[in-house]
């Protein structure tokens, strides 16, 4: 029976997991009937769409080994908003948690004050957290979003506080003077020679070309001595299994009533509204390191003089919004907080986030569990995961291009319009089969990786 046109727009309600609701739209991709975006996934979500949960069942859960976060300013609630979600949802409390706070909160105004990172800083704790339950978590705080991060940065290299160490900000592309890039090696080179390593977030702008009027990954997650983290759309099932990934670059299209009362794209598919995605792509300033050298293809890494350049990101992890993570915080109220960072907050809240700013927690966690399982700290990670990738290419889940478009039914809990989500649309930057600019060798697959590391490790003993 042929279905009758939509006369109202639809207002669509979140699934729990990916395909629970789904909902109405104007025709697009041979469809005319979408699963809803979701609400964010929870902690036992996350574990089991990575495959995880066997593993941490056994005990092999992070214990041993310190993940630090970075991010500026401090939230005076991360561990007790943990703690009250992880409880509300039956997860491990977060125990092994300590905090080097700033002496001050500076350049606020710039830096868009603590409520503006108290969200970065929450997602960061509670995503690691869920994924590495085990794990100690040290969060140090820049008292700016500038050089305060650097020093932060210092603190835990100088006196060892962690082996790992999960950055969820960048420059708007390469343009940054060259000490600034100098100075940051030289941090990054300190990591790598004390066998602590670095995971940056590969951005949230794709190739930047919207914002730079050229096409650019962001530094420090472009350098070659970090390891940069892109980002996927990921659907975690009824059962918790993973049903599909694909690169994180979302667009919209909004859903109009045009003058027949009918409901309609007022735009054609995929539509114009650029909804972010994962970052990476070919280095204007750094050359190909020797680890990606045969496992990324020439045609990336070419440059504009023909030298082969540093491509990213390197590995990839769950960050777009629309298939996003559930965080709990109590809002800071800024109008309250002093110059030494006391601020009031409120009532616990749930939220939904996204962004590599989700993925490089994720994958820095994922890595406190192989090294817990192969009993070993591997510091700078990319020549490991690289040749990890040359000897057994399921050490990744590969996140290939989508056969066919995959999208969302999506309302807007702020604007009240309805929109139709295309995912995988990243600007210039496209996954592939094998080595890509938005999902580099793919998503880890830590069980693999972890046995890899061991069986290495055996050989040369």
């Known amino acids: 029976m042929k279905r009758q046109a939509l006369t109202a727009l639809p207002k669509y309600t979140c699934s729990n997991y990916y395909g629970e609701n789904t909902g109405p739209a104007p025709k697009a991709y041979g469809s005319k009937e979408f699963p809803t975006f979701l609400c964010g996934y929870l902690p036992d979500q996350l574990r089991s769409g990575y495959g995880l949960n066997k593993m941490i069942t056994a005990g092999n859960d992070g214990t041993g080994q310190t993940i630090a976060i970075i991010d500026a300013y401090a939230s005076p609630s991360v561990q007790q908003d943990t703690n009250d979600y992880m409880r509300a949802v039956g997860s491990p409390l977060l125990t092994k948690f300590t905090e080097i706070k700033p002496s001050a909160f500076v350049d606020t105004d710039l830096c868009q004050g603590a409520s503006g990172w108290q969200g970065e800083e929450t997602l960061d704790v509670e995503s690691a ?158 050359a190909q390191p020797a680890y990606q050298q045969g496992v990324v293809p020439d045609s990336l890494a070419d440059s504009v003089d023909g030298t082969p350049a540093r491509v990213s990101p390197d590995v990839a992890a769950l960050a777009d919004p629309y298939t996003g993570f559930q965080i709990a915080l109590r809002p800071i109220d800024d109008s309250t907080c002093t110059p030494s960072g006391d601020c009031q907050v409120g009532d616990l809240e749930y939220e939904t986030y996204g962004g590599t700013s989700l993925a490089s927690p994720i994958t820095a966690a994922e ?65 592939a089969t094998g080595y890509d600019n938005v999902t580099g060798l793919g998503e880890l697959s830590v069980p693999r990786v972890a046995a890899y590391l061991s069986k290495t490790s055996a050989s040369a003993e």
């Open 129 to 286: 957290h869920s994924i590495a339950p085990g794990a100690s978590i040290l969060y140090v705080g820049g008292f700016n979003c500038g050089g305060g991060l650097d020093i932060a940065m210092s603190d835990i290299l100088d006196n060892r506080l962690a082996n790992i160490v999960s950055n969820s900000y960048g420059n708007l592309g390469e343009a940054v003077p060259g000490s600034v890039i100098t100075g940051e090696q030289n941090i990054q080179l300190q990591a790598a020679a004390e066998g602590i390593g670095l995971y940056f977030s590969s951005g949230d702008s794709g190739d930047e070309s919207m914002n730079l009027g050229y096409t650019s990954p962001d530094f420090p997650a472009s350098s070659p001595f970090v390891t940069a983290v892109g980002g996927t759309s990921k659907a975690i099932g009824a059962n918790g299994a993973t049903e599909f990934n694909t690169g994180w670059g979302d667009v919209l299209d909004k859903m109009a009533l045009n003058k027949n009362g009918k409901v309609k794209f007022t735009d054609p598919v995929p539509g114009t509204l650029w909804g972010g995605g994962a970052g990476g792509g070919t280095s204007a300033f750094f």
């Open 367 to 431: 890595m406190a569990l192989v090294q817990q399982a192969s009993g070993r700290t591997i510091g700078f990670a990319n020549p490991v995961l690289y040749a990890a990738a040359q000897a057994d290419s399921s050490t990744f889940s590969d996140v290939p291009a989508q056969s066919s478009p995959v999208a969302l039914a999506y309302t807007s809990a702020h604007s009240g319009n309805d929109y139709l989500v295309t995912l995988g649309q990243d600007t210039s930057l496209q996954t």
